[in-house]
């Protein structure tokens, strides 16, 4: 440390400001008010201006605040105070012997102290074509006007002008919402799947992105910009490294920022990530300071003003000579879009000894987390009232017990702070009896009470004996402490949930996913109030396939909601290799898939061959990166995925039949191919296998599998629900038709009903046990049921019947194989 | 200060909600993960219980659930959940300027692996 010495200059010493931003006249200010005569000071400033409110350039942009009304200091404010501004001559030099700075104008400037608040710099993507006209950052008003000359010029034909943002954070989204505001079609392009992912968790994310959607923008996540493209010299639009091009007059880049250190490091000045300053923010040369975004304090940097008050504090006290030393800041942000509230602070990514309080209400739109460690607040993100925000915050940074109030915590300060409402059944035995308790069927608490009070001892009795809370399911908690309250500790326990992430059962999310048209993991999670962030191993992949059945051909499948094997198309192994299953339909081979299958198998060492009970041949221990080769030359011998690894349709097994046995009725063999030709490729709630046996001798063993024929000289007995597993269960008979296209047409209908009804993970057998067979019957016994399903099941087939391997093995989704890098043991390098 | 961390590469290429791996020549192979919110954690890639590749359990929160027998594993402690005992190495990771960071010793340090306790 180094304390500041009087110098001749009638006890008045040279302080030199570079960067009339935030932190450089913030810094100013604390000064002055400290020791308003003790320092002769000049600014340096880049921009041609005074010192303005940098964070209200969005509500510019968006035409809510004009630039006088963000001004901090106006000329006047220089004046009085005696500071020489130079406003518009960047400095470029900073010679540390003579301790001058040297400006692009030529004009040096003295200095005893020295005060870098350079800020930042914003990122610039190196892609081709981003020096072109019409590509601008948004940092500073001469960015803003450009983008309000764009929107002012209009597109090429006189319509709205059209905006690419790149970079779905902070700035992003502001600059996007302020084009928009100014009538330009905009669409904000955005790396990864979440926005603002350094703020939000998913769910939050998700809103946004639905919210903003709603207002007009489009919204593509997971799109990696290529290049831009240029039209006559000027910007034309971008295009995406999936080949994706999205015309535009204006491109934004708002991928992030850089600390500007460019000056420092040229003086040789400590330079890491920014500059490093310690806690009275001295850099490593004892006359120079630094502040703001261009430095970098115990190993962090920050990109909001909140950190850089308490830095120009410290610095301000060091200057005085009463050392106070800042020791880091805990951020927050809010989203500055109107319309929109969001809320983010501290750490909200959840971890051990962590919880997560979360509440979801669907009606109001409002999403909060709460994540606490040791009985304090460690991270919130709010989303839609975000109104407790700041008392969140200050428990957080003050990391106070919140064991008293923890019960009442999500419900926010009012709530929380209430004493003896602090406990969720004291607030709802002090409400009257008319208030209304589910606002979906429009109960109120008297008529729960009273149905209650009638024999209903269980959420899903007073679901089904007064509809409160059977629909959005928002009001379940204070049904839970209407029941607690009135039966004392009587409550039944209802049907088993899901998991542990919900209250709902496996029917319930089915239904609701239907009736309230749901159609992403994020808005399932949502709407019917998830308690976890991201739901669980045992949810996730369950919701993933309730979206997949329930609209085909639409919902994009989720792969790391998918269980391994059906993310790598191969089964895992006990010793973490794969075996890999080619289809062979109805059991048939021939001699070029044989030789092709002894290839791969020797050519990637595969330790055991196996023909399965399925009748197909299983290659054992093959590396997880050797997939998609192995695939490539099973594709290229025209055999696809056996989905031996998947909740789906496995194998169509056969016997001989009528072709060669003597014993045979029907061609079963015939049958099973087509069989499989109509049903392979189809996801189910669990793995799915069928049979087809020529004669009553069964000997593809039809009366053990999910669905199962038996030829007979009439026609074919369609067998369903056997199971060959832990508990062995022979098959009910289902039907019995005439014609291989009834066979054929019941089989589809029964996979659709078993697709749409059971839980995920419930093999037929324990379906039909759960539902009884009788209801199976009776629903296929009406043909048009059976016409409906049948062809529901033939729609989502256009979709699903595509050979993963051959995607794969033409390189989608190559990170899933391969290593990200190796780590060799001489020089310990990785390898890309 | 770099010298001490080994560079395994930009962030952007682990999807979030998922993980990739590392293979060591003369150590574990390692399995490095980025939860849905974006945090990057590295663990030894070897289930506690019987050695199961963690790296390809579906990632909740800050936990992953082992793909073979579905223990619950911390990615930020290594410790299993719940009821299960056992507990994997972490490797020291950091991000900065977008780029992951794994702490060189303990990439080295890994000859046993996992440990059920
Ligand atoms: C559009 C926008 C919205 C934002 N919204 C928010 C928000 O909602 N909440 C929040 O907390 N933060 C927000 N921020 C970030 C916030 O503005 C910054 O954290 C803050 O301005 C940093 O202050 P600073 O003084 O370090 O840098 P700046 O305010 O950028 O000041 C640096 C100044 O130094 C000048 N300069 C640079 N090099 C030289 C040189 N060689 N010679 C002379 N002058 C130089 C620059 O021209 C600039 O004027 C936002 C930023 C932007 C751009
Ligand atoms: S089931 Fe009947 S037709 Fe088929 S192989 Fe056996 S005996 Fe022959
Ligand atoms: S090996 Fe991981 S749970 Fe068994």
């Known amino acids: 440390m180094n304390a500041p010495q009087n110098f001749d200059r009638g006890g008045r010493e040279r302080l030199v400001v570079i960067g009339n931003g935030m932190a450089g006249c913030r810094a100013v200010e604390e000064l002055l008010a400290r020791d ?7 600014i340096f400033g880049a921009e041609p201006r005074v010192n303005y409110n940098r964070i209200m350039l969005s509500p510019v942009l968006a035409g809510e605040k004009q630039f006088e009304d963000i ?192 000056l420092a490091k040229l003086a040789g000045i400590e330079v890491e990530r920014g500059i490093v300053v310690d806690d009275h923010m001295v850099t490593s040369d004892p006359a120079i300071m630094a502040v703001g975004e261009c430095v970098q304090h115990r190993g962090t940097c920050y990109g909001l003003v909140a950190p850089l008050w308490d830095m120009c504090r410290s610095l301000a006290d060091f200057l005085v000579n009463q050392p106070t030393g800042y020791a880091g800041s805990v951020t927050s942000t809010k989203l500055k879009v109107s319309g929109i509230d969001l809320f983010s602070a501290g750490d909200f990514s959840g971890s051990d000894g962590s919880e997560d309080i979360v509440m979801r209400d669907a009606a109001r739109g409002v999403y909060k987390r709460v994540v606490v460690r040791d009985s304090r607040v460690i991270g919130a993100v709010l989303y839609g009232d975000t109104g407790d925000g700041s008392w969140y915050f200050d428990l957080l ?90 039966l004392g500790g009587d409550v039944k326990s209802g049907p088993k949930t899901m998991c542990k992430c919900t209250s709902f059962t496996h029917d319930d999310v089915r239904r609701l996913i239907l009736e309230k048209e749901l159609r992403a993991i994020p808005q399932v999670m949502q709407e019917l109030h998830w308690t976890t962030p991201d739901g669980c191993a045992s949810c996730r992949p369950a919701l993933n396939y309730y979206l997949l059945c329930a609209w085909p051909g639409e919902y994009e499948d989720d792969q790391k909601s998918r269980f391994v094997n059906e993310r790598l198309h191969a089964n895992i192994q006990k010793d973490g290799t794969y075996s890999v299953v080619p289809r062979m339909w109805g059991g048939l081979t021939n001699p070029k898939e044989l030789r092709a299958i002894a290839d791969a198998a020797e050519k990637y060492g595969a330790r055991t061959v196996k023909v399965t009970g399925g009748q197909r041949i299983d290659l054992f221990g093959i590396h997880k990166e050797d997939l998609p080769a192995i695939w490539a030359d099973l594709n290229a011998a025209g055999m696809v995925s056996g989905h031996a690894y998947g909740k789906a349709l496995r194998t169509v097994k056969t016997c001989v039949g009528s072709e060669w046995c ?79 296209e009834q066979a054929m047409e019941m089989c589809a209908a029964f996979i659709q009903f078993y697709r749409e009804d059971a839980h995920y993970l419930e093999r037929t057998a324990s379906w039909i046990e759960r539902v009884g067979i009788e209801s199976v019957r009776l629903r296929l016994a009406d043909p048009e049921e059976v016409r409906k ?16 391997w051959a995607e794969r093995a033409r390189g989608k989704r190559a990170d899933l194989h391969a290593h990200i890098a190796q780590v060799r043991p001489l020089q310990m390098e990785p390898a890309q | 200060m770099i010298g001490k961390w080994l560079d395994i590469g930009p962030v952007t290429q682990i999807e979030p909600g998922t993980a990739r791996t590392l293979p060591v020549d003369g150590g574990e192979e390692i399995a490095v993960f980025r939860t849905m919110t974006g945090d990057c954690y590295a663990l030894v890639n070897k289930c506690p219980h019987k050695q199961g590749p963690l790296s390809q359990g579906i990632v909740h929160g800050a936990v992953v659930t082992c793909p073979l027998h579905n223990w619950n594993i911390s990615l930020k402690t ?38 059920a306790a």
């Open chain 2, 78 to 115: 290594g410790e299993a959940l719940g009821d299960d005992k056992g507990c994997v190495p972490t490797i020291p990771l950091k991000v900065d300027a977008g780029r992951m960071f794994l702490l060189r010793e303990a990439v080295m340090g890994h000859a046993s692996g996992a440990k």
């Open chain 1, 71 to 262: 001004v901090i200091n106006s000329a006047e404010w220089y004046a009085d105070n005696g500071i020489t501004l130079v406003s518009g001559d960047p400095v470029e030099r900073i010679d540390r012997e003579t301790q001058t700075v040297i400006a692009a104008s030529g004009r040096s400037e003295p200095y005893d102290r020295l005060i870098v608040a350079t800020g930042s710099d914003p990122f610039i993507i190196p892609v081709p074509g981003k020096d072109l006209p019409g590509v601008v950052t948004f940092r500073d008003l001469d960015d803003v006007e450009k983008m309000l000359a764009a929107a002012d010029a209009g597109g090429p034909d006189g319509k709205a002008g059209r905006a690419v943002v790149i970079g779905g954070g902070l700035l992003g989204l502001e600059a996007a919402h302020g084009l928009s505001l100014r009538g330009m079609k905009v669409t904000v392009v955005h790396l990864m799947p979440t926005l603002m992912e350094r703020q939000l968790d998913e769910a939050a994310g998700w809103l946004l992105k639905e919210e903003l959607e709603r207002r007009g923008q489009t919204i593509l996540t997971g799109a990696d910009t290529e290049s831009i493209l240029e039209a006559d010299g000027h910007v034309a639009g971008i295009r995406l490294k999936d080949g994706r091009e999205i015309p535009a007059e204006l491109v934004v880049m708002a991928v992030g920022i850089r600390p500007s250190t460019t």
């Open chain 1, 36 to 42: 308003p005569e003790g320092f002769e000071i000049t």
């Open chain 1, 662 to 740: 003597r014993f045979g009725t029907q061609d079963s063999t015939g049958l099973g191919v087509k069989i499989e030709q109509a049903t392979w490729g189809s996801w189910m709630p669990h793995k799915f296998k069928i049979a087809v046996s020529g004669c009553p001798r069964n000997c593809a063993e039809a009366t053990i599998k999910d669905f199962g024929v038996i030829c007979v000289d009439s026609g074919y007995e369609l067998h369903v629900g056997g199971n060959g597993g832990i508990h062995l269960r022979g098959t009910d008979l289902l039907t019995k038709v005439e014609t291989e």
């Open chain 1, 397 to 486: 940074k003050k990391g106070e017990d919140i064991s008293d109030i923890r019960e009442a915590l999500i419900f926010g300060q009012a709530f929380a702070m209430g004493g003896a409402l602090a406990d969720p059944n004291a607030a709802v035995a002090a409400l009257s009896d008319d208030a209304e308790i589910c606002g979906c069927n429009g109960v109120s608490k008297g008529q729960v009470v009273a149905c209650i009070a009638g024999g209903a001892h269980s959420l899903d009795a007073v679901r089904s004996g007064c509809k409160a809370s059977a629909s959005c399911g928002s009001c379940t908690g204070l049904v839970e402490s209407l029941l607690a309250l009135t």
């Open chain 1, 789 to 804: 399903l049948a062809a529901r099941f033939r729609i989502s087939q256009k979709y699903s019947q595509h050979d993963p």
